[in-house]
């Protein structure tokens, strides 16, 4: 069993940043791959990004390769998105997600956060 808990969401500019943390506790943090998934009013949730165990590999959604950045610190049992350019477009309530698997489709994965939300208007 592992809990998360997302923070750091907002209110942002178009252009402006914000940053992410998601905090896992339960089971051993390091060995649960991560994800970040968002979900717009009227619209499914779709993926934005994952980062591997130890690190060693990402992907990213398409909308925000470039512009955002996902990382992990495993001695904090934390891991980030870091969102850079803002559009409005990427208003939504921001997800993370664990699982013992790296995939990057929201139904595969096992654990979820309760969300954070992000707008970003101006």
């Known amino acids: 069993q592992v809990q998360l808990v997302e923070s750091g969401g907002g209110l942002v500019q178009p252009g402006g940043s914000l940053r992410l943390s998601c905090l896992a506790s339960?089971?051993?943090?390091?060995?649960?791959?991560m994800g970040w998934f968002r979900q717009a009013p009227g619209k499914e949730r779709e993926f934005v990004a994952a980062?591997?165990?130890?690190?060693?590999?990402?992907i990213y959604a398409d909308s925000v390769k470039g512009r955002f950045s996902i990382s992990r610190d495993n001695a904090k049992n934390t891991v980030y998105l870091q969102m850079n350019s803002l559009k409005p477009e990427d208003t939504a309530v921001y997800y993370c997600?664990?699982?013992?698997?790296?995939?990057?489709?929201?139904?595969?994965?096992?654990?979820w956060g309760q969300g954070t939300q992000v707008t970003v208007s101006s």
């Open positions: 997600a664990a699982d013992r698997f790296f995939v990057i489709g929201a139904r595969e994965y096992e654990y």
């Open positions: 339960g089971r051993t943090f390091s060995s649960y791959h």
């Open positions: 980062i591997r165990w130890n690190s060693t590999n990402t």
